[in-house]
């Protein structure tokens, strides 16, 4: 960065940038010759070694000492500071990242300070100060674009930060302001940073080091209007000089939902270079980069809505227009599901071959697991639209059968008493788009419903499978569908609404729920927020005794709930700092908990506050005393009798546990099993809330299934129960997008 010292530069020598004394050094090249002495001459400095001079001195090593790296440069004696700064530690975190995650030789750089320069500044083995944002884009030039560069890389003098970009020019290599992969991006004040990607609306990513003046090191996204853009771009050996059409947009992202995970699948992208691998998002927040149009995201909370970006990139690092997709909660998908039923926990799925279709599920019961399949062929329905809904304490396997544009919608339900499938009920067909289908259970029985019309009347309807079969009514008058990432069908009891975010004009953002009464097949009128309220316009959509509301964000966090009396914004009280990929609103019906891990000395730790539904207020934070070592995937927040539950896994894979944190009574605790209590196979586990509270279950070995139970009714001292193991199912294993 540039030296925050006015002093003139002389004619024909090299500057060394100066400042304060105490200010700690930005960008500064090593200066390492000897002094030239001849008879009473001034010494002069040489900021580098060239082609074939001996290095003064020994090579920097891995792990340097603060030395001298040659004679000091003459220069006017600063004033000194009234009291002397403690020296700075060995290595900063800035360094230690660099060299961890991408290979730089100094992990522990020791902080330059260009006001004692020489007996702080340690030099690399390319000519520059380790730790300086010099340092950083000689590494990642010479890692990335294959160019041995240093400090007289073609020859020529490099020197501080501030004159590469003359020397540039001086090379034939013309500055421009135009960003590419691989450019080295200058700032005048004196600071260069390595250009990553460039990006489909014109920002650019940069990595950069001592940006701060403390060997500060980060990968940030910057642009125009952002206020901080390079100067100029030097193009020395651009990765892919010719390369800078990016990848076309991935395909919209198909859903399957399980009980603690969710898969995505999607068009691959198409690029001339070839694609390298898509990033991908959930929420705002990094997920996972992978080089397949399939993702399975093992972390996730049931009932939660979550966005799910994907940008396709090539080796390059150009980047495609980010598509989103929005996951609504509700019903299982896909081709297995956990469901709790009056008999017990049971996993439901498809069974048979392609030409002898069936479904069946293996139910734990009071005397042990018992299957029950399905005696005839069936229909398993339209890939991304089998759901497994729990109705009345049964298992109901819906899905749309016939053709795409106009299909039937079929129940088969298991009554869990007997163990018995009934019939497939099938509807009429469907005048619902195939976009935003939704299955739902209601108090009147298993409903699909969905968008209706086309884009100039935009309307919705919903079929119910009642008592006396399958009705359908539709919107009649012309509504906003809202936001793709908005959308939800919200219900409790007899009523379910229909809730989004609409935008009836540029830059105001309103919410509207329009309800649907499920007993009497009849839609209300929309119900709109103030475009002016404060509050989150995504987030997860949940049930409340007050009415529908939407929770989410996390500046402020909180939740727009509608009450009888319109919409009301209320902030969530926050205590710490979250973790962002394991935060979640969970409710019961009746209220809502924020949940999420904070920051507590040097772990994490489990907090929840409540939302008062009747005062609209939130109360203040529980914080658990201590934390239970729990393992990052397939933690999962759960609503149980005895209040909300963070679930994973404990132990080690010698020896396997699962535990919980229960917050129960306003106070947390922590439980696990004891003695070993298998994981299960990979593909799939899952807790899930029970009648009595939380239970573990998986597949394990080739074909068993296996369900480890914790009771939190009152009384019961938070026990689990002894793992119940199945003889085997042949439920399908893999799973269909």
Known sequence: MASLSTRPRPRGRH?????????RALCVVLVVAGLLLSGTAAATADPGWGPGAPEPGPKPSANPQPKNPGPKTPAKTPAKPEKEEEPEPIGSPGTHAAHDGYGYGYPEAPDCNEATLGTTCVGDNRGFYQGQCTSWVAHRLSQRNGISFSN?????????AVDWKDVAKSMGKKPDKVPTTGAVAWFKRGHVAYVEQVNYDGSIVISEMNFDGANGFRFVTVSRASGYWPDKFLHLADVVPYDATAPTVPGKPRLVSHQGRV??????SYDGWGVAGYRISRDGAPLAVTTRATYWDRQVSPGQAYVYTVVAFDRAGNSSRPVRVRLSPGAESADRAWIDTDAGTALCGRTGKTGKQKVACTVLTDVGWRRAQLPRRTDWGHVGSRHFVEVAGDAAYCRTVGRLARPRAVCTVLDSTTMTWGR??????????????????????????????????QRLGCAVLGEHGWRYRSLKRDILWGAPTSRAFVAQGDKMSYCRTVRPQ????????TPFYAEKLAWGYDRKSDPKASGPTEGTWLPTSAGPALCGGTAPAGCRVLTWS??????????GVSHAMTQAYVGDGSGVSWCRTIRSGSKYRPACTSLDTKKLRWRA??????????????????????????????????????????????SWTWTRTSGRTSWGNADYRAFLPTASGVSYCRTVGRSSLACTGLDVAPGSGLTWD???????????LADAF
Not at 263 to 268: E, I, Q, T, V
Not at 427 to 434: K, Q, T
Not at 626 to 648: F, H, Q
Request: glycine share 16%; aromatic share 6%.
């Open 15 to 23: 500057r060394i940038e100066r400042r304060a004394p105490g200010a």
């Open 152 to 160: 007289w890389y073609a020859g020529r003098h490099w020197g501080d």
């Open 263 to 268: 898969g995505l699948a999607w068009r691959p």
């Open 424 to 457: 497939d009920l099938r509807s009429g067909r469907l005048r619902l788009l195939a976009d935003g289908r939704t299955w739902t259970a209601t108090d009147a029985g298993p409903a699909v419903c969905g968008l209706a019309g086309g884009p100039r009347h």
């Open 506 to 513: 540029p830059g105001s953002a309103r919410l509207s729920c």
């Open 566 to 575: 319109g919409w009301r914004f209320v902030k969530a009280r926050t205590n």
């Open 621 to 666: 934070d529980v914080v658990a005393g201590r934390s239970g070592a729990l393992e990052a995937v397939n933690r999962t927040w759960i609503d149980t009798a005895a209040g909300p539950a963070l679930c994973g896994r404990a132990g080690s894979e010698k020896r396997q546990a699962v535990g919980c944190h229960v917050l129960a009574d306003g």
């Open 722 to 732: 002894t793992t119940e193991t199945s003889t085997g199912t042949d439920l399908a």
